[in-house]
């Protein structure tokens, strides 16, 4: 099984230089490939002098990580052999001993895995699940995600209790392994969210497509997170927010559809207001201007729905039980 790990840089060359070395050290069995985002840092220059093993793909604009993907697999796929696998990276993630040899056994035991992601651990504290993705992720019936390991704001230490492999709902963008050809018979990322949920997204419709998503506990990643977009950063609540609406339309059955996302524009207001007091007015406006956001593409995303029947969501109202009951943890969310 041949698998191409291909990292998406956008004026990266300082986490290039800290986090790509792992990668060419451990991945010796792949192809690799940088798709650079038309960045006007020198990135491009220190690849080519010192990793030359590494394949440039450039794209005429910063596309995001939506498009940016999207078109700089193309291009991959047009001039280079065509891998099994893709591995999505972010440039901040630093990779582990033989961390791909488990998610390609498991892709190879299984053919109706389509996704898979490693565990994901914080890079700055290596015991503790990092944000992105922890021990695997899953999402409620109002399109709020959470993960193993994850909720909300609280990090769980790792103690080996997520070592298992198991199905779940999404996988993350922080390490996203995808059959090519899944992801090319799904359309790719919804280049309309530019960047955030987009794997989520895109993981709701492989399960609505009748295939699975899986995350293997073997296989573990270090990420930095915040690369790109600092969490403390309005315009990363703006894309969330906007972003979870337009893949519930997208993608929950008609009867649930409308009433959900009217329920989760009211819990919206209710974050807006929790979000003026901790975080802020640049925030609180943050929500109030992803719901304009929302609007303005409702038509097409109506129009261009392919929703599921079964449900693989989870009908735990994750903000009431972390925010009312203080369920902190996995464990304790009933």
């Known amino acids: 099984m041949k698998t191409a790990v291909v990292i998406l840089n956008w004026n ?17 069995s792949a192809d690799i490939y940088v798709i650079d985002n038309n960045s006007d840092d020198d990135s491009e220059e220190f690849l080519k002098s010192n990793y030359p093993q590494i ?16 078109e700089g697999i193309k291009k991959i ?40 992601q490693p565990k994901i651990l914080d890079y700055k504290n290596p015991t503790q699940f990092e944000y992105a993705g922890a021990g695997g992720g899953f999402i409620d019936n109002f399109g709020y995600p959470y993960c193993r390991g994850r ?3 609280d990090l769980e230490e790792d103690k080996g209790q997520f070592d298992d492999t198991i199905q779940t709902f999404w996988a993350s963008g922080a390490c996203f392994f995808i059959r090519t050809e899944d992801f090319m018979n799904s359309g790719g990322f919804d280049e309309g969210f530019f960047a955030h949920m987009e794997e989520i997204d ?14 293997c506990g073997e296989s573990k990643v270090y990420h930095l997170g915040g690369g790109t977009l600092k969490n403390s950063n309005p315009k990363k609540t703006y894309l969330n927010f906007r972003n979870s609406l337009w893949m519930l339309v997208k993608n929950l059955p008609a009867w649930k559809a409308f009433p959900f996302v009217f329920l989760r524009l009211s819990l ?31 038509f ?25 009951l203080k369920r902190k943890y996995y464990k304790d969310l009933k």
């Open 12 to 28: 990266g060359k300082k986490l290039l230089e800290e986090f790509i070395p792992s990668v060419v050290e451990f991945s010796q």
């Open 55 to 70: 394949k440039i793909i450039r794209n005429e604009d910063n596309f995001g990580y939506a498009k940016g993907y999207n």
């Open 202 to 215: 895109l993981c709701w419709r492989i399960n609505n497509s009748g295939r699975k998503v899986f995350y």
């Open 151 to 153: 909720v909300f704001w």
């Open 300 to 324: 097409h995303y109506r129009t261009n729905r392919k929703p599921g029947i079964k449900n693989y969501y989870t009908k735990k109202l994750i903000p009431f039980q972390y925010f009312v």
């Open 268 to 298: 919206d207001g209710i974050t807006g207001i929790v979000f003026l007091f901790y975080e802020g007015f640049p925030h609180f406006w943050a929500v109030i201007d992803s719901h304009f956001g929302f609007y303005k593409r409702l």
């Open 77 to 116: 796929l047009s001039s280079y052999s065509k891998p099994d696998i893709f591995c999505l990276l972010n440039s901040d993630v630093m990779v582990s001993e033989n961390w791909l040899e488990p998610i390609e056994k498991l892709f190879e035991s299984n053919s109706e895995i389509a996704v898979a």
